[in-house]
């Protein structure tokens, strides 16, 4: 649904001639109605730059929606530099040009070649693909301590389930006699079973599970274990489940970071290597134009 700005009146995006593209570019929409009947006008977002695109702009001072998609376009750019046909063609276009006429002077104001100026550049993408590389490390070995976490986790719930049922005391056994126990609901004598190894340090933990993948494994010891009837613990209650759904959330979130980051020192060593590529393309025209000058 899109909401016109000037009536406040709803439209379903299909009936208005809108697709979804359309519906994720509108900045202000305005119905066909009040268009007839006011100066006001549908405005859209500037549309990113990169040709198949059809998102907004990140902000008012871009002209991509998203970095990916600015390395996309460099690299096109750098590829139609890079192709020997267009690179034949531009030099029969510079060599046809004509000549100065008698009696004009031409001042050639070309910049002193530097032999630092390309290497700046790729020193400062081997500073960023270095920062990359050790944010990776860092991702790995944060997914390492959550898979031992976890693996800590299916031990204490093994360990749960195995424990005795814990004998009630005098004044409860008193209580049950004095109530009549209702059909189906069975009360729960079972120990809480939560392990302190659930929550220890990342030092700790690395000392308690040993390995990695599927040679991973948790060094046998004594746990610190909370021994409350299960349905009298409100500290630990339904720890099994709420431990397990927080390690997989930080888990999932951790591989999506490390994914991004994989893709970041992809483009960026991508897009090195256009820009090497289109260093010597440049150098190539260069010595080629130099060469038709002196003939």
């Not at 001639?17 to 405005?43: F, H, N, P, W």
């Not at 390395?71 to 590829?79: D, E, I, K, N, V």
């Not at 898979?147 to 008193?174: F, G, M, N, W, Y």
Request: aromatic share 4%.
């Amino acid at each position: 649904m899109v909401g016109c700005e000037s009536c406040d009146g709803w439209f379903h995006a299909s009936c208005v001639g809108l697709d979804e593209e359309m519906v994720g570019l509108l900045d202000v929409y305005i119905c066909k109605s009040c268009e007839r009947s006011t100066a006001q006008r549908t405005i859209y977002k500037q549309v990113c730059k990169r040709d198949g695109c059809k998102k907004s702009v990140a902000g008012s001072s871009s002209k991509f929606c998203s970095s990916q998609c600015a390395f996309r376009y460099s690299q096109a750019m750098l590829g139609a530099i890079t192709n020997k046909t267009a690179i034949k063609q531009l030099s029969k276009a510079l060599t046809s040009f004509p000549r100065p006429k008698l009696g004009v002077t031409v001042e050639h104001h070309m910049p002193a070649k530097s032999e630092t100026s390309i290497f700046s550049v790729y020193d400062d993408t081997q500073t960023q693909l270095l920062a990359l590389r050790k944010r990776q490390e860092a991702a790995q070995k944060a997914i390492l301590r959550i898979q031992k976490r976890q693996a800590l986790l299916r031990i204490a719930v093994d360990r749960c389930e195995q424990l005795p049922p814990i004998a009630p005391t005098e004044t409860e056994e008193s209580q049950q006699k004095g109530k009549k126990r209702k059909a189906g609901r069975p009360i729960d004598d079972r120990p809480c079973g939560w392990e302190a190894s659930l929550i220890a340090e990342d030092e700790e933990v690395e000392e308690l599970v040993k390995g990695e993948g599927e040679e991973m494994e948790v060094v046998a010891g004594e746990r610190e274990v909370c021994m409350l009837p299960r349905r009298k613990c409100d500290r630990h209650q339904g720890w099994q489940k709420t431990v397990a759904v927080s390690l997989d959330l930080e888990l999932a979130t951790l591989t999506r970071t490390y994914e991004s980051l994989q893709e970041n020192q992809r483009l960026i060593e991508e897009a090195n290597q256009a820009l090497k590529i289109s260093e010597e393309a440049r150098e190539l025209f260069l010595s080629k134009k130099q060469a038709v000058k002196r003939k």
